[in-house]
């Protein structure tokens, strides 16, 4: 049975990410403890060649980055985002029917729906309170244990269930948390945010100010298949992506610029202050530039014009049971390498020259390379990669692993290929010369 140390390590790191703010949590005590130095954006910036550092913004996204030694010249760039599909619990979600406590959600993303049915689910996110001192402050926060389920309808009771029937996101898809006893009036979320967190930190005498919660798959990752080839778990895309990247720039050998963004807010069009749309990596770097000594405009377009970035976000592996959603001949399959993203109508920001560059950065680090466009007559969704090139006009490069199911509560991917990503990625930031 195939096994790496790589996917161990990328189950805990999954385990730790329910919500694109757990995931930034994990990411920086990764950061410090490989010797990145945390910076803050409100207050000016020493920087030293040779060192590493990394920022965030807005709790859900996160800048790290390397300088050389000498002159930054130049940034490999690498992004992608901390965001997935997901069931968020509305403002006031408490509801009642035939005895039972639901919490009223909101559809995050473009989620696969029919597969949240029958799951254990477990609840993430972020709540700002009052402390006992009277002091307002932010607590990430995750129950640990099953404690809702969106059950499904048996079949004797709607014959056309596996007739491609529509699901309504208001009115079937309420989480079932609690039986009321009679004369039983349910808990408010604010009761049970405090009944859990005293739980999971032992907070007492606090006031629930407001919150910020989702739903998510409490079953952990898992490596399946008779030789272990393929990997099950919740928001691969796209933490398999931040992960490899992370890795990536902890791994190099620091020789070279080096720079690696996770953004927020990618599945729902990335207009945030987190978002590729805002002004992040633009702000980042400038600051850069400007440590150099020159901080005018025509340093920063000189810096972004030497550099490059490579958008990670997953890709359509084909599946064995639907081969004609794919074109014959653009089939990306698990466990073969990174997957080079192309669309004539830019959805894909991939050109020539940028994939010509991960191309040779491939066949120099021994990692197999795929490519992957759209059937022409079936629209493409799109990444990061578009909207940064937008913002910054630096080169960019669409890649991704393949994977099956994308946007369901639970993806699957190839077992061996984040060690290719990593080896291709790691290449890149070391990588001298960029055409």
Sequence with gaps: M??????????????????????????TLRLEAAGFTALDETQPWQLVPGRRYYCTRAGGALVAFQLPEGPLESLRMM???????????????????????QLGVEVYGGALLAPWFDRDLAVAGRVYLRDARGALKEQLFQVDRPVAIIPGLAIHLDREANQGKVLNAQTQMAPVIWQAGPDQAPPSVETLLKRWLLDQHGLEDIGIIDYELSFYDAQPASQTGLEGEMISGMRLDNLLSCYCAMRSLIDSDGSQGALFIANDHEEVGSGSAGGAQGTLLGDVVSRLAQAQGNGDAEARIRLLQSSRLISCDNAHAVHPSYPDKHDAHHQPALNQGPVIKVNASQRYATSAATGALFREICREAGVPVQTFVSRADMPCGTTIGPLSATRTGVPTLDIGLAQWAMHSIRETAGARDPDYLIRALTAFCNRKQLI
């Design 79 to 101: 992004g992608a985002h901390t965001d997935s599909p997901a069931l968020r619990l509305k403002p006031q979600p408490v509801q009642m029917s035939a005895q039972w406590m």
């Design 2 to 27: 195939f096994h790496s140390s790589t996917i161990t390590d990328l189950f805990n790191f999954l385990k730790c990410s329910p919500t694109p703010w757990h995931a930034v949590e994990e990411m």
